[in-house]
């Protein structure tokens, strides 16, 4: 048996192994009040091109635009349009829509698999919006949000959600594990933290073609425990790689909160100084601190300013997954106690205090997003639902494993057909 | 699991207490239990393990009995995880490290295959890496191509390494157990899909539990089944099966309803290999099939295929042969079409009978 040496080490004080708590469990009274939320707008902005040690005490701080008022507020503010906002709207709303018919499909057993990024939408909506079009963005799963503010059909999602014939990448991939080349959105990954060093190497890429496109990235708090997230941070000082890494602090990575990727110590915005890269962290849940936010470490990537880590300070107000159950290991009292609101009931309000939007429209326009996601939903479902036969032919398990079909692949793909015709000698029964 | 077994592998003793049901994760919980109670320096540790007590329960319960300096959640590193394990042994710890999934062992590859296999090699024994790292693997529950791989045979080609790969309730604990005390580093593999029961290869028919089964009565105590061991499923005189985890169920099935008399043989263990099990087994029927779920290319049947080959070649009355799946990814719509069940099975029987 293992022991400390020499009994207790002689005089010197027995150690200690710290293993981190969160705050609350199941069934705790949640009060938030040590989180420090400073007011709207206090944040400094520092020029885009200044050098990235003046962005250090941001990492610290919180950059609000939104205040209790419904206002913006301070240098932060982006100033868009009411028709720029009112996408942002829109499109975050649909997102929610969006995720909770998937819910209910996979409840259903119309699918295997979903994930939701209740609370999140602002992060992946809002930044895309800061995004030239042609940006390059490697998201990790639960931007579903970038893909509808870039305009991916609704029907090719939910192709994609239930395996089916219409699914674009051949039923292949986990639910929600999309693609995009035509919308510069990269193959999702099921590792962790994969996308990083690759954002970086996209970014490098661009750079050396003298180029004008940047890459972001997205990922989670708990997976930049990854050694990938630090491969990535350490390419892009060395490089002043033109990417921009989304950080989306949502507090919990399945039951695991923050302080076990950490969070108990510092930032994770505060990455970037040992690094040595601009470092910004923001309101998650305030659609215009992110779009600020990203349209700034956009500006900067372009203008060959280098790469910029944001930390979006969130909550992931529902489970991780239809295969989690969050009330065994967290309090059910925190979503409603998080004091940083919810982003779109918050942009919401602020369009209605612009004048630019009221409760009627939208209720009107929930309405209509619930519809359009419901015809997506039927129309997705002729093509068929997950197990149920209307999947891509046989033959196209075995393409694509390389550019060409090798002698072996090709005898297996005889052997699938063969054993499909032994299972069925008069073809599949419908179901 | 017949008592005679039962009592010619592990003899029960006042710590290997009263049997009872146990489904594959209760069974793997009470091993962890047992030897968290037996030995101070079993230190589990993995993504999600701790309070919550892992995603697939593995771990329920324990963080709250012995401790959370004992039973902890990691920062989500593979690495860090097998790496720090490997820090933990040379202190003389025996951590018990779980990957969540068997998909996501790969970041951590370097710490077990330049560290961990090769630490007892390179020091001379002046420090070994008593690990046993968990971690379910296989398909067959819609997990897409990162919830569903079988890659032992990765691990299998590392000197250094053992691989260990249960069926039953019964066999996990023990085996666990074994591998928990084992002085050199386990990867002990746990087939995800006969978790909760065991699985004949139908996927479209009701789905079955453990209950009622001999191999599902699991002492609550201390026992052990050795590393190296195979186990015998079936006697039979038509061909030798060599099969491991899920595979072993659904071969069983597939001969039951072929009227098939094989003698089935789960390995247990892959690093060591029970040889001798092997050879005596297919010296006698003259006839081999190989099943395993992973990709083919490479995959451990290769191993199988080339050591029946060297020991058996004048006892062969037809070629090996080996199921497996194909050598693709993990497909999730196609999952079904990609799994080697009843039909890839019973057409490879029927070849290898025709010789
Ligand atoms: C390499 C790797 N390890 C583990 C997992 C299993 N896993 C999937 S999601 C997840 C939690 C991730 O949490 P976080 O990064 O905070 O993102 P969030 O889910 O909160 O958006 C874990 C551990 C994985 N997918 N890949």
Known sequence: ?431 | MSTETLSAEAPATDETGEARHMNMIEAINSALDVMLTRDSDVTLLGEDIGYFGGVFRCTAGLQEKHGKTRVFDTPISECGIIGVAVGMGAYGLRPVPEIQFADYIYPGLDQLISEAARLRYRSAAEFIAPMTVRSPFGGGIFGGQTHSQSPESIFTHVCGLKTVIPATPYDAKGLLISCIEDNDPVIFFEPKRIYNGPFDGYYDRPAKNWKGREDAQVPDGYYKIPLGKARTVTEGDAMTILAYGTMVHVAESVCREKGVAAEILDLRTLVPLDIEAIEASVKRTGRCLIVHEATRTSGFGAELSALVTERCFYHLEAPVERVTGFDTPYPHSLEWAYFPGPVRIGEAIDKILSE
């Open chain 1, 1 to 431: 048996m293992a022991t400390a040496k020499d009994g207790k080490g002689g005089n010197r004080p027995p150690l200690e192994l710290h293993v981190p708590e969160p705050h609350y469990r199941p069934g705790d009274a949640v009060d938030f009040s040590h989180l420090s939320i400073p007011e709207p707008g206090a944040q400094p902005r520092p020029d885009e091109a200044c050098d990235a040690k003046e962005t250090h005490h941001l990492c610290d701080d919180l950059i609000r635009v939104l205040g209790d008022d419904d206002q913006a507020h301070g240098p932060w503010n982006p100033r868009l349009s009411p028709d720029t906002l009112r996408t942002m709207l829109r499109e975050m709303a649909l997102v929610r829509a969006f995720d909770m018919r998937m819910y209910r499909a996979q409840r259903q057993g119309k699918t295997s698999f979903y994930m939701k990024c209740t609370g999140e939408e602002a992060t992946s909506v809002c930044a895309t919006h800061a995004l030239a079009a042609d940006d390059m963005i490697f998201p990790s799963y639960r931007q579903q949000g970038c893909l509808i503010a870039r305009g991916y059909e609704l029907e090719e999602m939910i192709n994609q959600i239930y395996s089916n014939k219409g699914d674009k990448l051949k039923g292949r991939q986990l639910p929600i594990m999309y693609c995009s080349k035509r919308l510069n959105f990269f193959t999702i990954s099921g590792n962790l933290a994969t996308q990083l060093p690759q954002a970086t190497g996209f970014a490098m890429a661009s750079a050396s073609k003298g180029d004008s496109r940047i890459a972001a990235t997205w990922v989670g708090e708990g997976s930049t425990a990854e050694g990938d997230f630090h491969s990535a941070m350490t390419f892009a000082t060395v490089y002043n790689a033109p990417v921009i890494f989304n950080v989306i602090n949502n507090q919990w990575a399945i039951s695991s909160f923050s302080g076990f990727a950490g969070g108990e110590r510092a930032t994770f915005a505060a990455r970037a100084v040992g690094y040595g890269i601009a470092g910004l962290r923001v309101d998650g849940n305030d659609a215009l601190a992110v779009y600020a936010a990203e349209r700034w470490a956009a500006d900067r990537a372009r203008s060959n300013g280098g790469p910029t880590l944001i930390e979006h300070f969130t909550y992931r107000a529902e489970g991780h997954s239809t295969s989690d159950d969050p009330t065994a290991y967290r309090s059910a009292d925190e979503q409603d106690e998080w004091p940083l609101g919810d982003p779109v009931n918050r942009l919401k309000k602020h369009l209605i205090a612009l004048g630019e939007w009221d409760e009627d429209r939208q209720a009107e326009q929930d309405a209509e997003l619930d519809a359009m996601v419901k015809t997506a939903q039927k129309n997705a479902e002729k093509n068929g639902i997950l197990g149920h036969g209307l999947h891509h032919p046989f033959h196209t398990m075995f393409e694509d494993v390389y550019e060409e079909l090798p002698w072996n692949l090709k005898e297996q793909a005889e052997q699938a057909i063969r054993e499909r015709a032994i299972k069925w000698p008069e073809g599949r029964p419908k179901s």
